[in-house]
């Protein structure tokens, strides 16, 4: 075990940024299997609608149809949570990996692989799988009241179909944008808890934030990277980060601390770093 020498600034800076496109890509690839699943199931729902025989067409019939239903969206959920899981855990492993490579880059101790505390990557699991339930939840509701509703007006089968077709277009950006944040939620938490491990035995190692530079990005958190970047600071101390520049400030441990308010946290795609001051 010892120190390893630092990139330069350029050559650290340009890693980062892979790191940075890196995370785009695989938290949409991850995303994208959880809207792939909503189509799945808009294709099975619709279709069974579309089926019903026209003797079952009827108000008599709701609550048959509504268990119809019921059951199938309690598949879409089962198969959403069974993703979410997979995806957090790959997201989870990679981000330790990648924590190492980076503060290796930024001069840390090069230390020994160590399993970072398997209790927190159950723990965003099932946080994680508890939030992906909101959508099909969310679903039940408005693709019963869309069944009821087109039963009473007596529209046909096919139509009150087509509809429910415009509920699961409303779903898909609520599973895209949960999956998105919560991903790089369990990315931050797990490089927090290996940069733990790292600056244990290397104290001299601070943090710094470094924006996501995406289009329409928070001008705070611009503001946040050109901050820290600069004038890193001790690791157990908190960011103070708002989410438009100028704005008020509130304190971050990483980016999307669950502590942060939404305005500061959904869908932010920053990172923190440690850095040889």
């Known amino acids: 075990m010892g120190e390893t020498m630092p990139e330069t600034k350029t050559k650290f800076l340009k890693r980062v940024e892979r790191f940075l496109n890196a995370n785009e890509r695989m938290t949409t690839r991850e995303a994208n299997k959880l809207v792939r699943l909503l189509k799945d199931a808009r294709n099975e729902i619709t279709q069974a609608i579309k ?4 003797t ?42 990648k924590a190492d490579e980076l503060s290796r880059a930024a001069g840390a101790i090069e230390l020994p692989r160590v399993m970072v505390d398997p209790e927190v990557l159950e723990a965003t699991q099932t946080l994680t ?10 679903l039940r509701g408005r693709l019963g009241n869309r069944l009821a509703l087109g039963l009473l007006e007596q529209k046909s089968a096919q139509q009150v179909a087509r509809e429910m077709v415009e509920d ?3 779903a898909a950006p609520q599973a895209d944008r949960i999956a998105r944040t919560e991903l790089l939620r369990t990315q931050s938490l ?8 790292i600056v244990e035995l290397d104290p001299a190692m601070k943090k710094a934030w470094k924006w996501s530079g995406k289009p329409g990005g928070r001008t705070g958190h611009a503001e946040a990277e050109a901050t820290y970047m600069a004038n890193p600071i001790p690791f157990d101390e908190p960011f103070m980060v708002a989410p438009v520049a100028g704005g008020r400030k509130e304190p971050l441990q990483f980016p999307r601390d669950p502590a942060g308010s939404p305005e500061n946290t959904i869908n932010c795609g920053c990172v923190h770093l440690l850095v040889r001051s």
Do not use: C, H
Request: charged share 25%; proline share 4%; glycine share 2%.
């Open 190 to 197: 797990a490089q927090e808890k290996r940069f733990e491990q």
């Open 168 to 170: 699961f277009k409303l």
């Open 51 to 54: 089926n019903v025989p026209l």
């Open 129 to 138: 799988g508890e939030l992906i339930k909101t959508v099909p939840n969310n």
């Open 56 to 97: 079952e067409w009827q108000m008599y019939y709701l609550p048959q149809l509504r268990e119809q239903l019921n059951e199938r969206l309690v598949g879409l959920e089962t198969r959403l949570v069974q993703q979410t899981t997979d995806s957090t855990k790959a997201m989870f492993e990679y981000s330790v990996n």
